[in-house]
């Protein structure tokens, strides 16, 4: 008969050496580690980053502003000449978006003079707050393995760890909040620690409002839901005091980054209720932005190159998005042909419903998070970040539930996490190798690094520039080139537009000692010195 020493594997009668784990600390500092380390290791071949879109140039405005130690910059008496995508000239010069991803790029460009050290940062938060996501409902193995296949698909050669866009920073905070309703509600047992758990769930309710506000309110409204009646029909401890413990610490995180918000808002436009976004797109958009919203009128554009993007190409963006913008389920459809990671957490979901698994509460925070997102009438990847964790997880979650069939005798369960981080892996070599290939047999020089070019040409030369940009006909609307950092008196050089002879005079009698020099970015870049009257 076979002692209780025998059956037990961790007892003195088992001679099996036992095998060290990480812990879950540890393993949460190993993958927010690995994609940094192997981006600054890629940096002989793939150098930092030189913004290009528009979104990118946006964002470094808020950084630059923040590390001058400004929410905003006052407006210019020349703004017109500065008026350019996603910035208001107008009450301040600012940028349009919400602060959370300029303060990161900030921190990054006080701290080492480069904002993109700011988006390493943003990228090791996220991949070590999806990691911890996942230790809420996977055991070690599935959650280190599914951390690490996650950084290396989303942390190294993605765009998120090579432009300037907000994504990996919305990402990080939509992971904390799901991770600590999970807790919170029902999860892997651990030690209880309510108070933290709920500090980190109002964390990431917080960034989510100073960097995707419409998304986050598309993972927070689940969130909040589970988290209520999780604490109404929880039986230890009295009401009040599960209230207490698992509420009101994250929300008064939440009520404290909605004030600074509001604070935030009344410095940059003047009113604590109109965000800089909105009398943006006040300004400019005519197209909708959600389904249930009509085309505005056309305003009145200050050069055609704006009025050509704002006019024609975000309405042919929405028609190759799809036809029907005022059908939710549409949208939907086009989410899942259009993204993977859409498509395999549906798929993931719709497999634990047929095998009966337990996996509600992540079933009900990403239906709901992709209801809510598809009344959205355009569609981009980063629109995704506050969910991205959790549509992984659902992921994970359904391959385990694979883990019980076997292949020879061999229960694919102890296969699966080595496969997933190998898939990862090689997915990851696959592109880099790629884009070296293409590197080396295609050398050419798009926008980014022609503006970053002619920028570092213009810096070089003494004394201070002003370079007035003059487009050609059919010039192409992404390659914006006036923009400008939150010091517009004191930069060294200084990118404007070219309006008219007589306008151009009066700026460049407002500060004489410039050299001013006409850029004319559809033939061949050409930079000449300006022909003064």
């Known amino acids: 008969?076979?002692?209780?020493?025998?059956?037990?594997?961790?007892?003195?009668?088992?001679?099996?050496?036992?095998?060290?784990?990480?812990?879950?600390?540890?393993?949460?500092?190993?993958?927010?580690?690995?994609?940094?380390?192997?981006?600054?290791?890629?940096?002989?071949?793939?150098?930092?980053?030189?913004?290009?879109?528009?979104?990118?140039?946006?964002?470094?405005?808020?950084?630059?502003?923040?590390?001058?130690?400004?929410?905003?910059?006052?407006?210019?008496?020349?703004?017109?000449?500065?008026?350019?995508?996603?910035?208001?000239?107008?009450?301040?010069?600012?940028?349009?978006?919400?602060?959370?991803?300029?303060?990161?790029?900030?921190?990054?460009q006080v701290s080492t003079g480069l904002p993109w050290a700011g988006v390493l940062l943003s990228i090791a938060l996220m991949c070590g707050a999806v990691t911890w996501l996942f230790q809420a409902l996977l055991p070690p193995r599935w959650s280190l393995a599914g951390g690490l296949a996650f950084s290396l698909l989303y942390g190294v050669e993605h765009y998120f760890a090579n432009s300037y866009w907000s994504g990996a920073l919305p990402a990080a905070a939509g992971a904390l909040l799901f991770g600590a309703v999970l807790r919170i509600v029902g999860g892997r047992p651990e030690r209880p620690r309510p108070v933290l758990w709920s500090l980190l769930a109002g964390t990431g309710a917080g960034v989510l409002m100073m960097t995707r506000p419409w998304e986050g309110l598309c993972a927070g409204l689940p969130a909040a839901a589970a988290l209520l009646v999780g604490l109404f029909?929880?039986?230890?401890?009295?009401?009040?005091?599960?209230?207490?413990?698992?509420?009101?610490?994250?929300?008064?995180v939440v009520l404290a980054a909605g004030g600074w918000l509001l604070f935030y808002d009344l410095r940059v436009t003047g009113d604590p209720l109109t965000p800089p976004y909105l009398l943006n797109l006040r300004r400019y958009y005519v197209a909708p932005l959600f389904v249930w919203q009509s085309e505005r009128p056309t305003p009145d554009y200050p050069n055609e190159t704006m009025r050509r993007f704002y006019t024609g190409w975000r309405e042919t963006e929405r028609s190759i998005r799809q036809v029907d913008t005022k059908s939710p389920f549409v949208s939907l459809a086009i989410w899942l042909r259009d993204y993977k990671i859409v498509s395999g957490a549906v798929a993931a979901g719709a497999?634990?419903?047929?095998?009966?698994?337990?996996?509600?509460?992540?079933?009900?925070?990403?239906?709901?998070?992709?209801?809510?997102?598809?009344?959205?009438?355009?569609?981009?990847?980063?629109?995704?970040?506050?969910?991205?964790?959790l549509l992984a997880l659902l992921i994970l979650t359904g391959l385990r539930a694979l883990g019980g069939f076997r292949v020879r005798g061999r229960r694919l369960g102890r296969l699966l996490p080595a496969v997933v981080l190998a898939a990862a892996s090689i997915g990851l070599v696959r592109n880099a190798a790629l884009a070296l290939h293409e590197r080396a047999t295609v050398p050419r020089i798009g926008f980014r690094e022609r503006r970053a070019d002619v920028a570092a040409a213009l810096a070089a030369l003494p004394g201070r520039q002003l370079v007035f940009v003059r487009y050609g006909e059919k010039h192409d609307v992404h390659a914006e080139w006036v923009y400008n950092g939150a010091d517009l008196e004191g930069a060294r050089v200084l990118f404007a537009h070219d309006l008219s002879p007589e306008k151009n005079e009066r700026l460049l009698a407002h500060d004489p000692s410039r050299t001013a020099w006409l850029l004319l970015p559809d033939e061949g870049d050409a930079l000449v010195p300006y022909p003064r009257r």
């Open 1 to 108: 008969m076979e002692s209780a020493a025998g059956r037990n594997d961790t007892g003195a009668g088992d001679a099996r050496p036992r095998r060290r784990r990480l812990s879950p600390a540890s393993a949460v500092l190993l993958v927010a580690t690995v994609p940094v380390v192997l981006r600054l290791l890629l940096l002989p071949v793939f150098p930092v980053p030189d913004p290009g879109a528009h979104d990118e140039f946006g964002y470094l405005l808020a950084a630059d502003t923040f590390a001058h130690g400004r929410l905003a910059n006052p407006a210019s008496p020349f703004g017109e000449f500065f008026e350019s995508f996603h910035v208001l000239i107008q009450p301040t010069y600012a940028s349009m978006y919400p602060p959370g991803q300029g303060l990161v790029l900030a921190l990054g």
């Open 233 to 252: 029909r929880a039986k230890e401890g009295t009401l009040g005091r599960r209230l207490v413990r698992g509420l009101l610490p994250g929300a008064g």
């Open 351 to 389: 497999l634990l419903l047929a095998l009966r698994r337990r996996a509600t509460l992540p079933l009900f925070f990403a239906g709901t998070f992709l209801a809510l997102v598809s009344l959205q009438t355009v569609r981009l990847f980063h629109y995704l970040a506050p969910a991205l964790g």
